[in-house]
């Protein structure tokens, strides 16, 4: 329980820093004389980061001591973080953004992977659950205390006090953190060949499938639950909330279900995600029923999550940290890709309103994906071995 408590709180350190920089922007752009979009590229740039710099960082740092690894990425973390709340101008708090980002995808996972391993593989789904929950207090904590702080000492002090959260993980790391072995960790060229396999891939699939509906629903919440819903703007940060609460739940009872049953309960959630979505397309000019579907929405959007990391964790049980870091940059891509074309549809005559059914649809792909998944013989196979691979011990 230490060793999944010192990860959770350097997972919720470093998250906040991704977070929080959409409540300071207005902030950050007036102090260096820079466009509110422009200041927005800090948001662009770091997911750029966590999207190419993760994969690229843990392959090359494949087969390296894991407690040193996670040691001089919190570093870089905490100087990021610093340089962030001293930059005299744009361009360098850009380059500090880029710099944190880099480490972010790397670090979640060796912290995944840790978790995990540190368990029974029966217990994989609520271990991958239970270090999200860090990322889910950082959405839902993280990101409003670190405003809070903007907005009164200035966007200076929130870098600033990030820093030092990340420094505490960094002091907890050193004294306190006891990896599992690192006896199967191998070199880069085999962890890249283990991505070439049919289940990881597919594994990889169905999180940057399954993701792209709901969290197109999310970039465009404003839009679908003011112009749509009623909902006056000042009742948007509660609903945010509401939506962060129904996430942290579903996080944590989604890795219970998927423990329990995942060829049964992974399928389920999706196919419930799809429902809640295409309902929500009937009733999107309610503003009671809106308010209902927002929880629900964030509740399974977030229940999906931990059985997608355990698929990936399972299916590329050889090489199962680079697994996780390209499923973070999926992820990203996901959600990329959920603002480009969520934006096409909320510009279009028709509105915003269609969301609902097109991330209906695609959350319907990554169901189909995931029964295909759980159909072949050859994946189950290779999954159920590599959970009994996965099974290091302390």
């Known amino acids: 329980m230490l060793r999944l408590a010192i990860l959770m709180l350097c997972v919720f350190s470093i998250t906040t820093g991704e977070f929080v920089v959409a409540g300071i922007l207005p902030e950050v752009a007036t102090d260096l004389g820079v466009a509110v979009g422009t200041a927005g590229l800090l948001v662009t740039a770091y997911a750029v980061g966590m999207i190419i710099g993760g994969p690229v960082l843990t392959a090359v740092t494949a087969g390296i001591d894991r407690k040193r690894l996670m040691l001089a990425l919190l570093i870089v973390a905490v100087v990021g973080n610093a340089v962030s709340a001293l930059a005299p101008g744009f361009p360098v708090l850009l380059a500090a953004r880029v710099l944190t980002a880099l480490v972010t995808s790397t670090f979640f996972a060796q912290a995944i992977v840790i978790a ?129 609460v129904g996430a942290t739940i579903g996080n944590l009872l989604g890795g219970t279900l998927y423990d329990r049953n995942p060829g049964l309960f992974q399928p389920a959630l999706l196919g419930l995600l799809t429902v809640i979505l295409a309902s929500t397309w009937f009733v999107a000019t309610s503003t009671t029923l809106t308010a209902v579907a927002v929880v629900a929405i964030g509740m399974l959007g977030f229940a999906i999550i931990p059985g997608m990391q355990a698929r990936v964790m399972t299916t590329a049980s050889e090489a199962p940290t680079l697994a996780m870091a390209v499923n973070a940059s999926g992820y990203q891509v996901a959600a990329a890709c959920a603002g480009l074309f969520g934006g096409l549809i909320a510009d279009s005559t028709a509105g915003p309103r269609p969301i609902y059914l097109i991330a209906a649809g695609l959350t319907m792909c990554g169901l189909l994906l995931t029964a295909a998944a759980t159909r072949t013989p050859r994946g189950t196979r290779r999954e159920n071995a590599g959970a009994q691979r996965a099974d290091v011990r302390p």
């Open 116 to 244: 995990v391993q540190s368990a029974p593989p029966e217990r994989a789904g609520t271990m991958a659950a239970r270090l999200a929950f860090g990322m889910n207090l950082a959405m839902i904590l993280g990101a409003p205390i670190g405003t809070q702080i903007g907005h009164e000492w200035g966007w200076r002090a929130t870098f600033a006090a990030i820093a030092v959260a990340c420094l505490i993980g960094l002091g907890l790391v050193y004294w306190l953190l006891t990896p599992p072995s690192d006896a199967s960790r191998t070199s880069a060229v085999s962890e890249l060949r283990v991505l070439r396999q049919r289940p990881v891939l597919g594994a990889l699939a169905i999180t940057a499938v399954g993701n792209v509906g709901v969290l197109m629903v999310f970039s465009y919440l404003a839009p679908l639950l003011t112009d749509l819903g009623g909902h006056p703007a000042a009742r948007l940060p509660v609903l945010l909330l509401a939506y962060g």
